[in-house]
DNA sequence: ACGACGGATGTGACCGTGCACATGCCGTGA
DNA sequence: TCACGGCATGTGCACGGTCACATCCGTCGT
């Protein structure tokens, strides 16, 4: 029978050592994986834990080695399905690598609650950083708080090397820029993201790169907000003249907009306009028709972030840096226009 | 000119004490809104807080008040629009009551994986957790592991009286099956979410009473997994019998599924059959055609769970209790029966 | 046979903050 | 005039880990 334990506080190293007749520091070891533990020692102090129900404390940890194996994710829209999953899966990895994640959601992106969600992650003591927000105020913030973390963000343009991830949007957006030119497209719009994110530029960059690759005159990209609202709307817009045969949207949401706008207006998806969407959110095969868009892999995108993250803070982290492809998927709302 | 100061650690209160000429206690008493702090010395305090940018250390403030001030979050699909909603905004509630949210994402809902969240988030000392996951499991798990944290779960059938939010998710389920019936129909079946979790159970409870409050013969829900993919599927395997004029869908997701499958089958919507979904995603409204619904407010449901949490923690903090009444929207995708 | 060496373990300080208690000062009432 | 109380502030310790260093003991080489 063991001795009275105190009650109230959970136990700690010292109770546990007592118990177990050892040293505090012996149990610490233990805690740690030290070599040169007997091992006869180390299952006492392991029973013992078992039995307490000892949990390390985090605080004490981290206070003590200056450490707090906490990454931070700030983000807008997390709501959406694209940046949902990376989130869930930079947890996951996390988690794997032993991590925690702390996140900061901002609703507007103005200077102001970037500096909040910011502030409120520094305040934590994050050890990393993960970008999914209009990235340019975000690392202007990020200087003016003087924080100085390693960061990522999901995508890239080459704009931060070092800190962006390889994901291929500028391929993915060439795909379907190409898709729709192989049709035999050559009244082409694109509608595009809000400015200031990255994504969005990558696609419009992809998007402007095919056309003039291929010679097809460009018309000035739409700039969007990303839902589906703003898709029909500017929809309504475009189809007053009706001067295309395809439009290129940067996400799977506005395309359904767009497709909404069309079918009110009379007309019959792909055989008077093409929609090609970006993405592939699980709906998308479900829209009608079912949506022909580009995959991407949102889960992995979460994975490797992660991975790159640790590579700056444990070296012998795995390393999965590379490029992911993003895939053509061909449905139902691209076809050959009508002339 | 300040003195000479440590590079490497940051500044602690200490160092703000010796520059301003006062003890640490006072620095800490200035931190902590102490009521007898001359201004003058506060002003102080301050302004060196200031210079050295000070930032308090939040794990020996943990350490010593053993209080983590973070919240932690089990989820289950937080890709998904309602639980994304609802994690943004108990995030954005949180951080306004001065808490930190830590998230554990769980992907399939076994014990084990259920096991692990709960373990990672408990190894980090949350004060609260919020639940968004088949709850029964994760109730079992809590008592196994010996976990006493407050916690609350974003749905409610009375199950956990005191710890549920009481969101009348079965007043909304009523609603859409009175709305179905109000239209004439009489042959009405209803796809369900997963067995285990209690939106489903919720929902699932609205239907059969108020089919059998109307005096409606009922069918066996069947039970689906909340994915377009499942919608589609069942919808295919309902077709081949073909016994009903409508479908009370218990998310807008496995609707559109829903949708999909019918059209396919040479069938008009809402003509030949009626679909009605659960929660209005920002899609609902761009589906073709627009579709029939009930609104959740989900960010709403996220800061009232964070009130409840905190009700137990900070007996101060704000009391968002009360019932939110979900919303019939009604669109493109209910009609009369054709006979 | 004896000292060097290394494995196994113990001792004490320290990380940054908050708490309990002590102290000095000033105003006030008997 | 002095004891008392409350305000403003200081002193030292505790929280639960880890780190640097000390100690003990057995083995091995010469």
Redesign the pocket.
């Known amino acids: 029978m063991p001795e009275e334990l105190h009650r109230g506080?959970?136990?700690?190293?010292?109770d546990v050592?007592r118990l177990a007749?050892?040293?505090?520091?012996?149990?610490?070891?233990v805690?740690?994986h030290?070599?040169?533990?007997?091992p006869?020692?180390?299952q006492r102090v392991l029973d013992v834990m078992a039995e307490l129900q000892?949990?390390?404390?985090r605080?004490?940890?981290a206070?003590?080695?200056?450490r707090s194996h906490t990454i931070g994710i700030l983000s807008a829209s997390s709501t959406w399905y694209g940046p949902a999953s990376s989130i869930a899966a930079i947890e996951e990895a996390a988690r794997a690598a032993g991590y925690w994640v702390s996140t900061a959601n901002i609703e507007s992106s103005d200077a102001r609650s970037i500096a909040d969600g910011l502030a409120h992650l520094a305040a934590q003591g994050i050890e990393g950083l993960v970008v999914i927000a209009p990235q340019v105020r975000v690392f202007d913030t990020l200087a003016q708080l003087s924080i100085d973390v390693p960061y990522v963000t999901l995508q890239s343009t080459g704009r931060a090397p070092g800190h962006a991830l390889s994901v291929d949007q500028i391929a993915g957006a060439r795909m379907a820029t190409r898709h729709l030119i192989d049709l035999g497209h050559r009244s082409i719009y694109h509608l595009a993201g809000p400015q200031d994110w990255i994504e969005a530029e990558a696609r419009m960059l992809g998007f402007l790169e095919e056309m003039s690759a291929r010679d097809v005159p460009t018309t000035a990209p739409i700039l969007g907000d990303w839902t589906a609202d703003f898709g029909y709307y500017a929809g309504r817009e475009l189809l007053t003249v009706r001067d295309f045969t395809a439009i290129f949207s940067s996400n799977d949401q506005m395309a359904l907009g767009l497709m909404h706008a069309i079918r009110d207006a009379g007309l019959e998806i792909p055989r008077d306009v093409s929609i090609i969407g970006f993405d592939d959110i699980p709906e998308a095969a479900h829209f009608w028709p079912p949506l022909t868009t580009v995959r991407q892999d949102f889960a992995e995108l979460g994975r490797r972030c992660v991975a790159l993250l640790l590579g700056d803070l444990d070296p012998a982290a795995p390393d999965y840096r590379g490029t992911i492809t993003p895939e053509l998927v061909v449905r139902g709302t691209t076809g050959a226009p009508l002339f």
Chains 1, 2 share one sequence.
């Open positions: 506080r959970p136990p700690s190293i010292r050592a007749g050892v040293s505090h520091q012996t149990v610490s070891r805690l740690n030290h070599p040169s533990i007997r006869e020692t180390k000892y949990k390390p404390n605080a004490a940890r206070l003590v080695t200056s």
